[in-house]
Nanobody, 126 residues
Framework: VQLQASGGGLVQAGGSLRLSCAGSGFTLGNFAFAWFRQAPGKEREGVAYSSGGGRTTIVYSDSVKGRFSISRDDDGNTAYLQMNNLKPEDTAEYYC???????????????????WGQGTLVTVSS
């Protein structure tokens, strides 16, 4: 099982980016999937979650609700995070994560996800 994240970069406040996470070695649609981020000196936090197994449950953290959108392309075995109206406080390393079991509640904690992509850095300038 491998996840490959991409799409990070430098953007001005108010701009947009779309992150991608390509899965290989497993069927992403059958897995619970989430995007996490980690800013320097801070704990890793979940920002968006999408359930798998044919059920569609989507959860966003309060800090990104209304600005970020998680989606999947099951045929392409890829998931996305569309980020609009970016703010300097969104600056962080972003990680995608997947697990065959859903988290206990909401976005879940990092330890509930067994598979991780490498981080992709998002920097938002003011």
């Amino acid at each position: 099982v491998q996840l490959q994240a991409s799409g990070g970069g430098l953007v001005q406040a108010g701009g947009s980016l779309r992150l991608s996470c390509a899965g290989s070695g497993f069927t992403l649609g059958n897995f619970a999937f989430a995007w996490f981020r980690q800013a320097p000196g801070k704990e890793r936090e979940g920002v968006a979650y999408s359930s798998g197994g044919g059920r569609t449950t989507i959860v966003y953290s309060d800090s990104v609700k209304g600005r970020f959108s998680i989606s999947r392309d099951d045929d392409g075995n890829t998931a996305y995070l569309q980020m609009n109206n970016l703010k300097p406080e969104d600056t962080a390393e972003y990680y995608c994560a997947a697990d065959p079991r859903p988290p206990r509640y909401n976005l879940g904690n990092p330890y509930e996800y067994d598979y991780w992509g490498q981080g992709t850095l998002v920097t938002v300038s003011s």
